[in-house]
């Protein structure tokens, strides 16, 4: 015969029982189990009759009546939204950075077209220049070489060319020649003339046109 | 688990597969198939039908999106059960938790055929829900109506075991005292009596 106490241990083991052998989840060990203390204990027959109408009860239909179609429908058209939203800043991005490029390309065309104007309307008025790989100048008619002495002095030298209305375009070389033009190719014979009869004037000749 | 629902399980995680590739008819092909349960479900939660299809829609919508990161440590129902429970939480915090009263049902929730003794069961059955708390109908729900375990029921919750066993244990004790005076019976001290 079993003590109060067995038989609550036994109650209390039914009870954490009956959910798992309701849904036919506990072991066969178990179910048999519970089926046999059922027989031998009325207040535990009663709760399981109670879990049991429960479990029915709930496996009634619940009377929603949503429509799958419906539902699947919206929830189709808001994933498409969502890709849309998800898929418009790249596109706005990409379309912002082409925007851009061409901006650029078109702020650098019309630069170097307004360079180009420039260079074209005032192309004969710059000074030309030389570089160390470009051949040698060509020679300027009415050039006049020459070679001043060492002991003249510089303001000797600038005084001279000033009054011949000299000019210095290149020298001194290496052997200390200056090329210069007279301010007006009419006066280049006399003052030719006047520099080599001028003091502190070691060479003054017109500069060959094809040397 | 039962032979059934390892198949079930395999074919959700099929379909899982063919979501992260972008494929649209196996979503709708796990959407149908939930549809039910879900509604089923989250009829414990709230009684309004909007609210209802909402979170279904706000489920299915991250299970679109998180497919592909889904690494099986469950199986996926208990997967797609707790992020409608999270969903289904989160939609009542933003309306205001409304208890289940069944007696306040539109016509539309009353089923079309509804015979006397599934009316009196269905009745007997929200009278007792009204009196557990929102976590204390979902542990009876998925343990009673569904039939997880406590495990699985715990995932779904996001909670530990112990805790699941608590509610499924109180909510026991509430249905054991109510239940009885619902069907007419005499409530006893020995019914009163908790194992």
């Known amino acids: 015969m079993k003590s109060t106490k067995d038989t609550d241990q036994d109650c209390a083991r039914a009870w954490e029982a009956m959910p798992w052998v309701l849904q036919d989840s506990a072991p066969q060990e178990q179910s048999a189990w519970l089926t046999d203390h059922l027989a031998r204990c009325e207040a535990c027959r009663e709760e399981f009759a109670q879990q049991s109408r429960l479990r029915l009860a709930l496996a009634l239909p619940t009377g929603i009546q949503l429509d799958p179609e419906a539902g699947l429908k919206r929830l189709l058209g808001r994933i498409d939204a969502g890709e849309a939203e998800a898929s418009a800043p790249r596109a706005r991005a990409g379309g912002w950075v082409t925007r851009a490029l061409v901006a650029a390309v078109l702020v650098q065309a019309v630069g170097i077209g307004i360079l180009g104007a420039e260079l074209w309307s005032s192309g004969g008025n710059h000074a030309s220049y030389r570089t160390l790989s470009n051949p040698a100048q060509p020679a300027m008619a009415g050039a006049i070489r020459v070679v001043p002495d060492t002991n003249m002095k510089l303001a000797d030298w600038n005084t001279l060319l000033h009054s011949l209305q000299l000019a210095v375009v290149d020298g001194p070389n290496d052997v200390g020649a200056y090329t210069v033009m007279p301010a007006r190719t009419s006066t280049g014979d006399a003052a030719l003339r006047q520099l080599r009869a001028a003091h502190g004037i070691r060479l003054a000749e017109p500069v060959a046109a094809n040397p | 688990m039962k032979y059934a629902d390892i198949d079930a399980d395999e074919t959700d995680r ?23 349960r879900l509604c089923r479900f989250l009829s414990r939660l709230t009684r309004r039908n909007d609210v209802i299809e909402e979170v279904i829609n706000d489920c299915f919508w991250i299970v679109w999106q998180k497919a592909g990161s889904f690494h099986g440590d469950s199986r996926v129902s208990t997967w797609i059960i707790g992020i409608t429970y999270r969903c289904g939480l989160k939609a009542l915090r933003q309306r205001g938790d409304e208890p289940v009263d069944e007696e306040g049902l539109p016509e539309d929730r009353t089923p079309a055929f509804d015979p006397g003794e599934d009316r009196e069961l269905r009745d007997w059955l929200g009278k007792a829900m009204e009196r557990l708390s929102a976590d204390q109908r979902v542990v009876v729900e998925l343990v009673y109506g569904v039939g997880h375990t406590l495990d699985d029921v715990a995932t779904i919750m996001q909670c530990p075991v112990g805790t699941v066993k608590a509610r499924l244990f109180h909510a026991r004790v509430k249905l054991r005292n109510i239940l009885p005076a619902l069907a007419g019976e005499p409530i006893t001290p020995k019914e009163n009596r908790v194992p």
């Open chain 2, 14 to 36: 099929l379909l899982l597969q063919r979501m992260a590739a972008g494929d649209r008819a196996a979503l709708a092909t796990l959407y149908r198939a939930y549809h039910g």
